[in-house]
């Protein structure tokens, strides 16, 4: 699912409503009640806007301090200076065969082969 790029505009428009019911609560008519409320809406979503792209600004800058340290991790695990060397695979690495596979006799085909026959 994409993310929810309209946080701002819901902020805008719960507030609009607030705006609307203590306008109406306050007794005024209803042309004031509306502008108050496009005024309020227009506020409270740019305010919004502006919060959300900065938590998203420091997030992206953030996620791209740890992609560079991982970065230059990888280039020391990479290096091709002495004493660096990646040691071959040992005996122990390798995973046993199972105990059905070893019974088979060599010139047998296995279960898994198919009906080749």
Partial sequence: MAKFRGLHVVAGIAAMLVAAMLGSAMRLN???V???SCVVFV???MW???AISK???EASSLSETL???QAASLDQATSLEPGHEVAPA???DIPQRGAQDQSLAPGEP???EGNAA
């Fill in 30 to 32: 209803n042309t004031a």
């Fill in 34 to 36: 509306v502008m108050s």
């Fill in 43 to 45: 506020a409270v979503a």
């Fill in 48 to 50: 919004a806007d502006s």
């Fill in 55 to 57: 938590r998203r600004r």
């Fill in 67 to 69: 992609t560079l340290q």
């Fill in 90 to 92: 040992t005996r122990q």
């Fill in 110 to 112: 296995s279960k898994h």
